[in-house]
């Protein structure tokens, strides 16, 4: 470095970050391949929605996932993160469909072939748009291998695994109750149901008992569904009705008559402790149906409106209005008791917000509990790992409970369900009355002929499987499964998946089984839960509460570097994140303290040419932050093996802001200005530091540390130190215990600590900046008076020290710091106002003292300790404990200055 070289004051990230980006993919750094003396270290990442922009969720997910795979690429392993997206059923469908008909079509106009070429038009025009998104956030993914659940080698994937599990009897058709919504006309799995509290009635209704007068009186939510009762249940130990078991009532509003039944299911402190039986609209009475061979009549039709199996009153009405209809026609007839307020959970859509609909249909199931019992054991048995280890208990909780998984959709937009029916077959049993049917054909391809019948006429089931039928495969069918491959064997099974707790059913359990049933091998080893992301106040984020900043206009103003380091700066591990677009200043702080401190040293390296240093040749505090530095190192390294990433940034944080920049910079500030050997060792030590900090914070912050990396590498000198051609294809940092140096250092630890009690007493007297004063030190330790005498240039640099002097006798008007067996007087005669400081030091006194009796009388208070909640009586008992210490300290003072 023959001359120092000029860089622009001021970082600015826009003419930084795409240069970079353009710069990685260029030279294939994301691109990972099967390299046998390499360990490989694989991710999938969780395939986002075609039909999903940037949220601030993705950024602190794929944040993290980035983080990981620099840091193990850096680290020698074959780092394979593999990209993609997600065809989402439901979702997709519903906004194709919705701009369709703003052009006054439909999908039964266009029909179904029709509809498919729409579908995929809109996939190739919109459903890259958060892949491009990600790819501004600065995410290292290998985009050879992006992959997308709807193309042609996860397609295979999905039908191979239908047709083994229909094979194996894991797969069945049967008519059940499904969560179904009106508004997608679909069935849902019960993962996809979100419940919501509601504010409603339950009604008593007065069912008449048959060839009687009297009448018994049933309390319902959902009146509407009335019309498909076939029963009537009480509990068999319920001694107020064991009389009317096996006795009929009449149904209000019809003609038909009910049986009255005895089931356990039955609370008898439930309204009346009678209660309406509707199999074909309640999954609880469908349950009760089997057990007692109840009809199954079902009333509304797959829009959620009343069909020909109710009362011709009501057929054609919207569920809300029938329902309206019913209780006034109650009310007329004096069937309707009495009215009471309500609270119940109600079932929602998860993608169109629409009150669900219980209702009983044929769809296609996968027996879960074959496949669960493995997957719990793996968890049990820390052969995948979760963190936070909390989230174990709700995963074996759920999968202890598990029901069969209803995987069929009445969409169009999926991959259909690789099931065929011989058509001719079907007509024939139809004309003569007899079940002459040809069982169903589950094939990977549309069959020529009926193997039954050698019939020719096949169509296929018109239902399409659930989107996560095919995301459960993705940790191996995005590596070329059920093909044998290099990539399979190689990179499978992946080991980190980073994934929000919200999916752990619908996507994290699944995979396991998954992985566990085709590859009999877990999908990963390591589970990390991200964080939720919320606003400054706690909320959701959302578009409706105009609280959701979009992370594009984020990096627009502060950077991708300051974002990602700020979102993960804020999540500590399993805590939701509070999030506030202002709150990125943490991050843009860091890169203008980063790219101002290598201008500093980029400044004084005139005439300088790297070459490493001897250990004999380090000065004390060049081996201080050389152990410091390793330090970092080890810790950085046991956190990220211990996936605390929040930890991890604080460390490098702390490291660079306060030790490297605040301490050693300014330390060694003296040694600069000079030409001595001493001088070179100093500027050694600042680039090696410099350069091993980067390399620790690349996998956070990839932009910035990459244009200093190549800033540095551009100088002359030794290139062993940047001999990589990208900062994040170069080694990362290990631990050097030859740069331990735990005696040698105490020293400068000494002086450190004399500055900061120098600095806290000028603080706390209001002595003016700039003037100096003399310190008067009494020990019996004649080594810290040198140690202290050798470090007068930064004392006086640092803490406006211009003298050090010998303790004769203790001198008037000073303030004295005890510290590791010395005293230091600090001499204010002359320097501040004695009388004035005096004063204010009294009146901050009796101020404090206010405080701390105000404190106290709420400690001492049996009411208030007893009634307020835990954590305000903590906060006050640390602002009373603080406020004690601050008056010791002012008394302290006020000692010193009379």
Not at 802 to 825: F, T
Request: hydrophobic fraction near 35%.
């Amino acid at each position: 470095m023959t001359e120092h070289m000029e860089i622009q004051k001021i970082y600015n990230p826009k003419t930084i970050e795409s240069k970079w980006y353009k710069f990685w993919e260029e030279k294939g750094f994301f691109h990972a391949k099967v390299t046998r003396n390499k360990k490989p270290y694989t991710i999938v990442i969780p395939p986002p929605n075609i039909t999903g922009i940037l949220t601030l969720g993705h950024v602190l997910n794929n944040t993290i996932q980035d983080i990981f795979i620099r840091w193990k690429r850096m680290a020698g392993y074959e780092a394979c993160w593999i990209p993609g997206t997600d065809h989402a059923g439901i979702a997709t469908q519903n906004v194709v469909e919705k701009s369709l008909a703003e052009k006054g079509l439909t999908k039964e106009k266009l029909g179904r072939e029709e509809f498919i070429k729409k579908m995929w038009e809109w996939k190739e025009q919109y459903g890259g748009t958060i892949i491009k998104q990600l790819k501004y956030l600065g995410t290292s993914c290998d985009w050879t291998r992006e992959r997308f659940t709807m193309d042609e080698g996860l397609s295979f994937a999905v039908r191979r695994v239908f047709v083994e599990l229909y094979n194996k009897g894991l797969i069945y058709k049967g008519k059940y109750i499904v969560n179904w919504c009106p508004r997608c006309r679909t069935a849902l799995s019960d993962d996809e149901v979100e419940y919501r509290d509601h504010d409603g009635n339950l009604w008593y209704v007065k069912y008449p008992i048959a060839d009687s007068s009297d009448s018994v009186t049933v309390a319902t939510t959902r009146p509407e569904t009335m019309l498909g009762d076939t029963a009537v249940a009480v509990n068999p130990s319920d001694e107020r009705y064991k009389d009317l078991i096996n006795k009929e009532v009449v149904l209000p509003l019809t003609d038909r008559k009910i049986r009255v039944i005895a089931d356990n299911f039955v609370d008898p402190q439930f309204g009346t402790g009678i209660v309406k039986v509707t199999p074909a609209h309640d999954p609880n009475d469908f349950q009760i149906g089997l057990r007692h061979n109840l009809r199954q009549i079902t009333v509304m039709d797959e829009t959620g409106k009343m069909n020909e199996n109710a009362p011709e009153q009501y057929r054609g009405l919207d569920r809300y209005e029938c329902r309206k209809k019913i209780l006034d026609d109650l009310e007329s007839q004096g069937l309707l008791l009495k009215t009471e307020k309500h609270t119940n959970a109600v079932g929602h859509c998860y993608r169109c917000n629409t009150v669900i609909e219980p209702y009983l249909s044929d769809q296609w199931f996968v027996k879960m509990k074959p496949l669960a019992q493995k997957a719990l054991e793996v968890v049990l048995d820390k052969k995948i790992k979760f963190y936070p280890e909390r989230w174990v208990k709700v995963y074996q909780h759920w999968m202890e409970n598990i029901r069969d998984w209803c995987i069929s959709r009445q969409l169009w937009w999926g991959h259909r369900i690789p099931v065929y029916y011989c058509v001719a077959s079907n007509a024939k049993s139809s004309k003569e009355g007899e079940n002459t049917k040809c069982p169903p054909i589950v094939s990977m391809e549309h069959p020529d002929r009926c193997p039954n019948c050698s019939g020719t006429d096949i169509v296929q089931d018109s239902d399409v499987l659930d989107t996560w039928f095919s995301s459960w495969l993705w940790p191996f069918s995005t590596l070329g499964w059920p093909k044998e491959n290099e990539d399979l064997k190689y990179f499978y099974p992946t080991n980190t998946l980073v994934t929000g707790p919200d999916i752990i059913f619908f996507w994290v359990a699944r995979m396991i089984m998954s992985g566990l049933e085709f590859m009999d091998d877990v999908p990963f080893r390591d589970v990390y839960f991200t964080s939720i992301v919320r606003d400054i106040k706690g909320r959701k984020m959302s578009k409706s509460l105009g609280n959701s900043p979009d992370p594009l206009d984020i990096i627009d103003e502060y950077g991708a570097d300051a974002l990602r380091f700020t979102i993960v700066y804020l999540a500590p591990t399993g805590q939701d994140v509070l999030f506030s677009k202002e709150k990125c200043e943490i991050g843009r702080n860091l890169c203008n303290k980063i790219w101002n401190a290598t201008r500093y040293i980029l400044m004084n390296l005139e005439g300088f040419s790297y070459s490493p240093v001897e250990n004999s040749k380090l000065a004390n505090m060049d081996k201080w932050i050389l152990n410091e530095y390793n330090l970092l190192a080890k810790n950085v390294h046991s956190s990220l093996e211990r996936f605390n990433i929040n930890e991890t940034v604080r460390l490098i944080y702390d490291f660079f802001w306060s030790k490297f920049c605040d301490w050693y910079i300014e330390l060694t500030k003296p040694k600069l200005s000079t030409d001595s050997p001493e001088k070179v060792v100093c500027q050694t030590v600042l680039v090696e530091v410099l350069v091993g900090t980067l390399k620790l914070l690349h996998p956070i912050m990839p932009f910035i540390t990459e244009e200093i990396y190549q800033l540095l590498k551009s100088q002359p000198g030794d290139k062993n130190l940047l001999s990589a051609e990208s900062i994040m294809v170069s080694p990362f940092p290990e631990f050097d215990e030859k740069k331990i140096f735990p005696e040698d250092i105490k020293e400068v630890e000494l002086i450190i600590a004399v500055i900061q009690n120098i600095r806290t007493l000028r603080t706390e007297l209001n002595v003016p900046p700039k003037k100096l004063f003399e310190i008067i030190v009494r020990t019996n330790e004649e080594n810290k008076i040198s140690i202290l005498e050798k470090y007068l240039p930064n004392l006086r640099l640092m803490a406006k020290v211009d003298k050090i002097s010998r303790y004769s006798q203790k001198p008037l008007h000073s303030a004295v710091i005890v510290l590791s067996g010395m005293e230091i007087y600090v001499i204010l005669e002359g320097i501040i106002d004695i009388e004035k400081e005096t004063a204010r030091l009294k009146k901050t006194e009796e101020e404090l003292n206010a405080r701390l009796r105000s404190l106290n009388s709420k400690l001492e208070n049996e009411k208030f300790i007893t009634n307020a909640p835990k954590d305000q009586v903590e906060k006050i008992k640390l602002y009373s404990k603080e406020t004690q210490e601050n008056i010791t300290r002012i008394r302290n003072r006020l000692a010193s200055l009379q």
